[in-house]
């Protein structure tokens, strides 16, 4: 299932549907311009704190998936701590895969 989401991840940064990076997600969050906000595991406390306001005052979903450096990894860039989906139909099958991903962890499963 985590190769899934790496690969939507992938997909939608080679198709120009991701952006990443506190400033830059922000600035699409206040502008309401995402889809879906993903935070890193490992994410500090005010960063979490910071998109958990912004994005949930405009009901825009969250999640929390892999680490830092995973996420940069998949979207071929440095670490990074929040990345945005900018496409409805991709925002959903990655809601989705991480929900089932989130479950399957809480059972033990991968």
């Known amino acids: 299932m985590k190769s899934k989401i790496s690969n939507l991840l992938g997909l939608a940064s080679k198709a120009g549907k991701l ?11 206040l502008a309401n311009r995402v889809d879906l906000v993903i935070l890193a595991e490992d994410a500090s406390n005010n960063t979490i704190k910071l998109f958990s306001d912004k994005a949930g005052y405009r009901n825009i979903p969250i999640r ?7 996420l940069g990894q998949w979207i ?19 809601m ?5 991903y989130a479950d399957s962890k809480n059972f033990g499963g991968d």
């Open 19 to 29: 952006i990443s990076g506190d400033d830059t997600c922000k600035r699409e969050v």
């Open 64 to 70: 929390f998936f892999g680490k830092k450096d995973e």
């Open 76 to 94: 071929g860039k440095m670490p990074r701590a929040v990345i945005a989906i900018k496409d409805k139909g991709l925002s959903t099958k990655l």
């Open 96 to 100: 989705e895969y991480i929900d089932l």
